[in-house]
């Protein structure tokens, strides 16, 4: 198995965890301390010894920021995480916060008196996240201290993990579709046209997607930590543990100067003693690195270079990405028929469904691991957007609930993410109906058009606007980009109210509205889609961007109300279904075929 359904450990501890941390912060002389949900890299996803977040609070979602006053406490997290939040977190100790309507600087703001000295860790916040609120707390005359050595790791101590040290592997031309050398000379050749004399690589995915190279440091993210500074002209260099290396992906880097970590440093200061014009992303990067480079003000501010042409999968990655779904769809088209036979039985759970889906995954004999944790969620479970089952939390599929499923995997040749939401028994007619609202949703994102240049944020609402008409909605984005094999979160595309990136040919996303009941249940269905084009629609004189449904698996039409979709609506979902069913029911046997072909039969 690749997931471990362990219930977390050591939990009940975060109230005196609390205590040692204000303890300790007031022998170095600060008012408060930021403690987030991040690692050096910056990255999403982070190892265990980067957990600091979940050993201080016991929170144990991939996002959120825990403030820490000398009297009072609370936990920053979006609308993903504040049903979760609130069921793992001591609220006594914690106010429980949810981001954006929320801001650390309006709390500290009032909390603390003028004077006061926040306390943070200079590799843990980003350039631009440390600038934000160094002005907006200089406005209370409140100041932010970089500190030498994070308090939660003292605390920690030897009880601390270790750092990953997972082997690297070189990532077949096969599968990337172009060679490292030819990336890093176009990204040497761009730095030249800027002017710029080297650029620092902090992002664990664009140094893996430069190279050329994968790794398992982070759980189901196969990339290595590591950082890199690209020069204009000469070879890049690669920060890397060497015993990560073995001879492939020694001979592999050829192309590269291997060097450790701890040689980073050294190397920054060199550029900072040589005047160099050196391009560091302030949004990705950490504070440290601006400030061993002389400063915010002496870098070059820039985007990461890798982040789009990664984001614009090459047509061999494309190509990669329709042979990857197609593997996993009829796999999980032989989960949906077996939950089907099973289901009534009564007894399953949420962890004998998660592990008998992974099942079907490994029987391809493709996967290489989950593209993260499933998200098994029975009846009220499956309201928590981001719930993780566990031993402690586990919950039988119940008739008359809903039971939502999310879940992907990671293939040499693509990344695959889906969702859908399962009847166990007879729905009710609420069920029925906010399904199919967000079915509506769905349906919208699946079929627009739209020009260039047009941005996440403009698409955004074409999945909220049945919801809407009901006074309903969800709290999380309708949409994140998703790697070639690499990590399933990917920016900078989303389709979200922060989706702020033009979408382009070659870019995947998903497609995921949701509604959530709490105490309940939750509905989500996820597709992703290939961003193609441009062309002329018939009759049109413009040219218009449009999404290429990548997922292949089918809805639950015993959820579907027919009166509720539109003429239009109905082709699509008829479509999409004779699309599935012929394309996946090829590599189905005879039993699972049949139930493909009562399951994606026309609808209306």
Not at 89 to 115: C, H, M, Y
Not at 171 to 184: M, V
Not at 448 to 455: D, I
Not at 474 to 483: A, E, I, L, P, Y
């Amino acid at each position: 198995m690749f997931q471990s359904f362990e219930a977390p450990t050591g939990l009940e501890n975060a109230v005196d965890r609390v205590k040692q941390l204000r303890a300790l912060m007031a022998q170095l002389g600060v008012d408060a301390l930021l403690v987030p949900r991040a690692d050096e890299h910056q990255g999403e996803y982070v190892p265990a010894s980067a957990e600091r977040l979940k050993w201080v609070t016991g929170f144990s979602g991939s996002a959120g920021l825990a403030v820490i006053a000398r009297q009072s406490a609370a936990l920053f997290v979006d609308g993903r995480y504040t049903v979760q939040a609130r069921a793992q977190v001591d609220t006594k100790t914690f106010e429980i916060l949810q981001v954006p309507q929320a801001r650390p600087s309006d709390w500290l703001s009032q909390k603390l008196k003028s004077g006061a000295v926040v306390g943070f860790d200079p590799r843990l916040h980003t350039v631009s996240e440390v600038e934000r609120l160094t002005d907006a707390l200089a406005e209370r005359g409140i100041k932010l201290r970089p500190l030498s050595r994070n308090p939660v790791d003292r605390l920690w101590g030897a009880n601390r993990p270790p750092p990953p040290a997972g082997k690297v592997r070189p990532h077949p031309l096969q599968y990337a579709g172009r060679s490292a050398e030819e990336k890093i000379a176009a990204l040497q050749k761009s730095l030249k046209e800027d002017q710029q004399d080297a650029v620092v690589l902090t992002l664990p995915d664009s140094i893996a997607w430069l190279f050329n190279i994968r790794g398992s440091d982070v759980a189901h993210n196969p990339v290595p930590l590591a950082f890199a500074i690209v020069p204009a002209s000469g070879k890049p260099e690669l920060f890397i543990a060497r015993e990560k290396l073995d001879a492939d992906a020694r001979a592999h880097l050829s192309f590269a100067k291997v060097s450790s970590p701890d040689k980073l440093a050294e190397r920054l200061a060199r550029l900072k003693a040589a005047n160099k014009r050196v391009r560091l992303d302030p949004d990705t990067a950490s504070w440290w690195f601006a400030r061993q480079l002389g400063g915010a003000r002496k870098i070059v501010r820039g985007q990461d270079p890798c982040i789009l042409p990664k984001a614009r999968k090459n047509e061999t990655e494309i190509k990669g990405a329709r042979a990857a779904h197609l593997r996993d769809g009829a796999a999980f088209a032989r989960f949906l028929a077996w939950l089907d036979r099973e289901a009534p039985s009564g007894k399953l759970d949420e962890i004998s469904v998660a592990r008998k889906l992974e099942e079907f995954r490994a029987e391809t004999q493709a996967l290489k691991d989950i593209s993260f944790d499933t998200i098994s969620g029975a009846g009220p479970n499956g309201a928590i957007v981001h719930y993780r089952v566990t031993e402690a939390t586990n919950r039988q599929l119940k008739p008359g609930e809903l039971y939502l499923v999310d879940s992907g995997g990671q293939y040499l040749d693509g990344t695959t993410d889906i969702t859908r939401t399962i009847a166990i028994g007879q729905p009710t007619a609420e069920m029925c109906e906010r399904y199919t609202l967000v079915l509506k949703g769905h349906i919208a994102i699946a079929t627009a058009r739209f020009p260039k240049g047009t941005r996440g944020i403009e698409i955004d609402a074409f999945a909220r606007r049945a919801l809407w008409e009901k006074g309903l909605d969800f709290d999380h984005g309708t949409g994140h980009g998703v790697g070639s094999y690499l990590s399933v979160h990917e920016g900078p595309q989303s389709i979200s109210r922060r989706g702020m990136a033009p979408l382009e040919p070659g870019m995947i996303v998903s497609n995921e509205p949701g509604y959530y009941k709490e105490g309940a249940y939750g509905i989500r269905l996820e597709n992703l889609v290939l961003v193609t084009g441009p062309e002329i629609p018939p009759g049109g004189d413009r040219e218009m961007l449009s999404f290429e449904t990548l997922t292949l698996a089918p809805f639950d039409r015993r959820l579907i109300r027919p009166d509720l979709l539109t003429s239009a609506e109905l082709d699509w979902l008829n479509s999409y279904h004779a699309r599935v069913g012929k394309i996946i029911g090829a590599e189905l046997g005879p039993d699972d075929r049949a139930w493909l072909a009562a399951a994606t039969a026309p609808i209306g």
